[in-house]
């Protein structure tokens, strides 16, 4: 896991938090920070140092709501072309997904990125194209860089990108659990920068790090909050610092900010929570696919989903469950044959936990 240099400051780091003697439960938001947790074993080291470190709803693909999903189902079956990521096919909806449709016969693409909707949709402009575009700010600015870019016209998105900020205000407003501190996700702040945090910890006394993805930089993270916990701070320190940036990405939150604006959204396994999403602006309506098809989509307008029976990926999401305790968990639901969209997707922490846990 680690060069000899660097295992023996990871050594030293384990040794100074026992030597704390602490019991400290963490939230990071990022399936990588995940999977290098449970890869690498971090998970189990942290527990044995007095940490407890909980994945929130840093999945993209599983926060994505059921109701958006259906959306998708629904214009594939109005003869659409949809489009979207592997992961987001694979999510079951109330009856099907996404694959199932495609096995039956529907246009379903499957496509890395954006710009392989566009180009199809380019060579087929007898035919409306759907792309379902998901994701944080990471992935943001890419879908707003298409739509300045002048897309055909058949061209659309479904837009379910989310923010996360507001998500991590949510969770601390529930109160359903009492966090010692956020590890917040490196990629989004490559974007955002850390500013943007800095809310969360003045108004709500939390300690906050942004940290990279290798597993130093996690034990350097935990370290930092255990630091600022044990002189009683609060505030949000960059680990990242080699790419994260104190203003981050000005250029794409330029383009973030020229394209969409914030609405209110619901998570999966939340509430609406305010301006956590974004919508496109009203001069880029002509490519957004709830506009466009309105009356194809009219008969969701009103309608609930609840999740899959038994499936608990809302409470995971959460921060209140691990994967183990949902007794779905590697029985019913597994990777190829999954209940809900922490099974699907590889940042998904069920996803995670069951690849490992089988090694």
């Not at 900020?165 to 009492?178: F, Q, R, S, T, Y």
């Not at 942004?210 to 916990?229: C, I, R, S």
């Not at 619901?266 to 956590?276: H, L």
């Not at 098809?293 to 609840?306: C, N, Q, T, V």
Request: charged residues 30%; contains cysteine.
């Amino acid at each position: 896991m680690f060069q000899l240099r660097d295992k023996n400051l990871a050594d030293d780091i384990v040794s100074s938090i026992k030597k704390l003697d602490v019991h400290l439960k963490f939230m990071h938001v990022c399936g990588t920070h995940q999977d290098t947790l449970v890869k690498h074993g971090l998970d189990v080291l942290f527990r044995k140092c007095g940490v407890d470190i909980g994945q929130g709803p840093g999945c993209p693909v599983c926060v994505t709501t059921p109701k958006e999903i259906e959306e998708m189902l629904l214009l594939a079956r109005k003869s659409k072309i949809v489009a979207t990521f592997g992961d987001m096919i694979q999510v079951p909806g109330e009856k099907d997904s996404l694959q199932i449709m495609k096995m039956e016969g529907w246009d379903v693409r499957t496509v890395y990125g954006i710009e392989d909707a566009v180009s199809f949709a380019e060579k087929n402009q007898d035919k409306d194209v759907v792309f379902m575009a998901v994701g944080f700010e990471t992935t943001t600015p890419m879908t707003a860089a298409v739509l300045l870019n002048n897309p055909p016209r058949n061209f659309s998105i479904l837009c379910c990108h989310r923010v996360i900020p507001p998500a991590l205000k949510a969770i601390l407003d529930m109160g359903e659990l009492k966090l010692d501190g956020f590890i917040e996700p490196g990629h989004v702040s490559t974007i955002i920068g850390s500013k943007p945090y800095e809310f969360i910890s003045k108004e709500y006394n939390v300690p906050q790090v942004v940290a990279g993805f290798e597993p130093l930089d996690l034990l350097m993270g935990v370290w930092m909050l255990v630091q600022q916990v044990h002189r009683g701070e609060a505030k949000v320190e960059n680990e990242y610092m080699r790419v994260v940036k104190e203003e981050g990405n000005v250029k794409a939150q330029q383009v973030i900010d020229e394209v969409f604006e914030p609405c209110d959204v619901k998570w999966r396994g939340f509430p609406v929570i305010p301006k956590s999403g974004l919508r496109l602006r009203d001069k880029f309506e002509r490519h957004d696919a709830r506009k466009r098809y309105e009356d194809d989509l009219e008969e969701l307008k009103d309608k609930e989903f609840s999740e899959p029976k038994g499936c608990r990926c809302g409470e995971v999401l959460r921060g209140l469950i691990s994967s183990k305790e949902c007794p779905l968990f590697g029985k019913k639901c597994v990777p190829n044959n999954p209940v809900g969209p922490c099974m699907v997707s590889i940042e998904g922490s069920c996803n995670i936990e069951y690849r490992y846990s089988k090694n």
